[in-house]
């Protein structure tokens, strides 16, 4: 039972941070500037926390995660500091800005990490590179998608990132069931 606990926590932890902040600026009046502050500050520390939590467990960061926590961390930052400006852009970009923030992890994860973007810890049935530009790819379609849609929540928000996150999952599955039957045939 205890690691059967442990388990759905490692699962989802990750999307804490997102879940309080969509929650929050759904269920607040968020007319003023100041209002914004405590659901970044909030989906910060979440994401951070959730961050420590998974790499202490010795689990791979999810990179999209990685990349909305960066979002939200600098979407605190630009509030602290009085740089209205990005917390503007942010709000006229929407979607496509916390996209933006995924896309620049994958790509720092693609180059600088071990795991690359898709996050896994040795080569199967694609090589890391490989997965990690099959991930680039769908992060460049869903926020294309996002872009050109930015003011329609379905088009525009809500189907990038199911998108997005479906795509990963279907590349982690794949990765994983392809090696198996490659070592089943030979």
């Known amino acids: 039972m205890k690691n059967r ?3 759905i926590i490692d699962q989802s932890i990750e ?6 902040f969509l929650l929050y600026i759904h269920l607040a009046d968020m007319n ?3 209002d914004w502050l405590l659901p970044y500050l909030l989906a910060s520390t979440a994401g951070l926390g959730a961050m420590v939590y998974v790499y202490r467990r010795g689990l791979i960061l999810n990179r999209l995660f990685i990349g909305i926590t960066l979002y939200f961390c600098s979407g605190l930052v630009s509030l602290i500091t009085g740089w209205d400006w990005l917390n503007q852009a942010y709000g006229e970009l929407g979607a496509v800005a ?4 995924i896309l620049l992890t ?6 600088a990490s071990p795991h690359g973007f898709l996050g896994v810890r040795s080569p199967r049935y694609f090589s890391i590179p490989g997965g990690s530009c099959l991930l ?9 998608g996002a872009a050109s849609f930015m003011n ?14 479906s795509m990963r999952s279907l590349l982690l599955h794949l990765d994983k069931k392809m090696l198996t039957a490659t070592a089943t045939a030979a």
Not at 15 to 20: A, E, G, K, P, Q
Not at 98 to 101: I, K, V, Y
């Open 5 to 7: 606990i442990k388990s």
């Open 152 to 165: 329609n929540p379905l088009f525009g928000q809500w189907l990038p990132f199911i998108f997005l996150f």
């Open 136 to 144: 680039l790819l769908a992060g460049l379609l869903a926020t294309a």
């Open 98 to 101: 916390m996209l933006g923030w």
């Open 106 to 111: 994958g790509l720092v994860a693609s180059v």
């Open 15 to 20: 999307s804490l941070s997102l879940t309080i």
């Open 32 to 34: 003023a500037r100041a």
